[in-house]
């Protein structure tokens, strides 16, 4: 029994994972942001916070999503960042 369990886990993961990226996909559609695009305002995330900090590049995830606002509720584009910080830099540049 529990070794079709495990096929049945596999099943459901990729359920999941095939689910999330469609609403990667819609919300890309909806903003009207190309890749193109995002790649440049993640060129440009990296460009200004190296100047404060050493970050991982290759840690970094930069992605758009939808979130509903505090207000009113209604579903709007978000970019959210997740940058690895490695150091500080020294504030006396």
């Known amino acids: 029994m529990d070794f079709l369990r495990m096929f049945n886990r596999d099943k459901e993961n990729s359920k999941n994972i095939a689910k999330e ?3 990667l996909v819609l919300v890309h559609d909806r903003s009207d942001l190309s890749p193109k695009f995002l ?3 993640k060129g440009d995330i990296i460009r200004v916070i190296s100047e404060y ?3 991982d590049e290759d840690g970094l ?5 939808r979130m509903k606002k505090d207000v009113n ?3 709007v584009s978000a970019l959210v960042a997740n940058i690895p910080i490695i ?3 020294d504030k006396n540049m």
């Open 21 to 23: 990226r469609l609403k």
């Open 39 to 41: 790649d440049m305002i």
């Open 53 to 55: 900090v050493d970050i």
């Open 61 to 65: 995830d930069i992605k758009l999503t």
């Open 73 to 75: 509720k209604s579903p």
């Open 87 to 89: 150091k500080v830099k």
